[in-house]
């Protein structure tokens, strides 16, 4: 999977230096032909994400697309949709719930700062899914739904169709399945939809939460840094990373004072999304796409 990604980036760069496919879309030549000039190339950001998606959230208007369609693993991206499903649920936040063995990533092994046998309320289990992408937690979560964990995933899934979510597919809550799939272009939906939840807003961004565990407060922290920066107003926030996945990131955040939803999947590198995250940032408070999208400050839309 690691070489494919490899490959495609490869055929993908040589195919621009020659003109070959536009700069936007999943689609190839067929896609570009769609570009506006709000996404020409010559003003485009250079960004380092194989798929990526921006988008004003006010006017719905597409700023920036690159392989939008395209369906691939979306990672820890899921416990946004797990984070919903648990709300619509109406469960009590502050009931207990404790960690099981059950809730041990059996797939790939990772780690977990929630021991089994910590007991935690609901409102917690959510709060570190969300803001520290606590695996385990998303698992309990998902095994104390009504129905238990098979349900809490037909749930999932149901409420991507009702979000019209077309490409997005769940198998479990937490992400660490490659087989957990969406596009950019439905993530955009998932985020949009996501911010009307003031908890999922309060939690996914906020930058650290402590909980008692076994008698002993232990500190969680944001997996996404820029929560911390004051140049940042940010609405929604969800890193994600498995191998087939890459790095991912997914937003909304206020820029030139406008609500804007931020998906960049695959990053290559580390620290890429988040470059990529401030490379928008400054594309758009540069003005390069004022005249075509509204974003100036003499906007009054």
């Known amino acids: 999977m690691q070489s494919s990604r490899w490959i495609r980036r490869l055929v993908v760069a040589a195919s621009l230096a020659w003109g070959m496919i536009g700069p936007v879309g999943a689609g190839g030549p067929k896609q570009a032909a769609k570009a506006t000039p709000a996404t020409a190339a010559s003003s485009r950001p250079a960004l380092r994400s194989e798929a ?4 004003d959230q006010a006017t719905g208007q597409i700023l920036l697309e690159q392989n939008a ?5 979306i990672a820890s991206i899921s416990k946004l949709m797990t984070a919903m499903v648990v709300l619509d649920a109406g469960q009590g936040l502050s009931d207990i719930l ?8 059996s797939l790939r092994g990772s780690r977990s700062r929630l021991p089994v046998g910590a007991r935690l309320s609901r409102e917690d289990m959510l709060h570190l899914a969300l803001m520290a992408s606590e695996n385990r937690a998303a698992s309990a979560l998902a095994r104390h739904y009504p129905g238990g964990t098979s349900a809490f995933v037909r749930a999932m899934n149901i409420k991507a169709r009702l979000l019209g979510l077309e490409d997005t597919h769940f198998v479990e809550p937490t992400g660490l399945s490659a087989s957990n ?3 950019a272009r ?3 939906r998932l985020v949009s939809s996501a911010a009307g939840y003031p908890l999922i807003r309060a939690f996914s961004t906020a930058e650290a939460h402590e909980v008692n565990i076994n008698g002993r407060l232990r500190r969680f922290g944001n997996t996404n840094g820029l929560v911390k920066s004051p140049d940042w107003r940010i609405g929604v926030s969800k890193t994600g990373y498995i191998r087939e ?7 909304q955040a206020w820029i030139n004072d406008r609500p804007m939803i931020v998906v960049l999947l695959d990053s290559y590198g580390k620290y890429s999304r988040t470059a990529d995250a ?3 940032k400054t594309w758009i408070e540069s003005g390069a796409i004022r005249q075509h ?3 100036g400050p003499d906007s009054s839309s």
Do not use: E, N, T, Y
């Open 52 to 55: 990526f998606l921006l988008a």
């Open 69 to 73: 369609d395209q369906v691939v693993p």
């Open 98 to 105: 404790r960690v099981s063995d059950d809730d041990i990533d």
């Open 181 to 183: 799939v969406s596009s």
């Open 186 to 188: 439905d993530l955009l």
């Open 245 to 251: 996945a890459g790095r991912c990131l997914v937003m």
């Open 278 to 280: 401030k490379r928008i």
């Open 293 to 295: 999208a509204g974003l």
